[in-house]
């Protein structure tokens, strides 16, 4: 496990901020980690040989090409987002980054201070609100979408007075 705690809050884990559910499962990655009869890649026979026989030495050019990736961003869901409203005349385009980093970051306040707003305003004939899946900026969520601006580090406050200031154009 290359990260202290084995990653316990990496891509795919169950997400928690419960400083005792995070130890309980370090504790279990640890305890299941020691059970296993190799523990670093280099101990394992079947990497030694294809270094021997394929790819030279640790390092290698050839091992560097073949074995080492880059972060890249893989948008899941291509479409562009879900529509949760009504389909009809020409309304305001608002959209909600969930993206996994936008979520944990507070999307689903900035959504819900959209559609209390929309609700109480009686904007619901106005705008169109979507769900969208990436706007492929995770460091800038939770992120919005409002007639094509992109708000960054959106907050429920910023999203409300974004879209009124949009809706009474």
Known sequence: MACPGGCIGGAGQP?????????????????????????????????????????????????HELLHTHYKNRKRIKNE???LG?????????????GTSCFIKGAQGVFKAVTDTIA???????????????FESCDKGPMLKIGGRRIEKCTPE????????????
């Open 120 to 134: 109480a305003e009686g904007l619901a004939d106005k705008v169109e609100v979507k769900a969208s899946f990436c």
């Open 86 to 98: 009504k389909p009809g005349a020409e309304k305001l385009a608002v959209e909600v980054c969930f």
């Open 81 to 83: 987002g879900i529509s």
């Open 15 to 63: 997400v928690s901020r419960d400083p005792d559910v995070r130890a309980k499962r370090t504790k279990g990655l640890y305890e299941n980690d020691g059970m296993l009869q190799l523990h670093k890649s280099q101990e394992n026979p079947y990497i030694a040989e294809i270094y021997k026989t394929r790819l030279g030495k640790p390092g290698s050019r050839k091992a």
């Open 158 to 169: 910023k999203a409300r007075a974004e879209l009124l200031k949009e809706a009474k154009k």
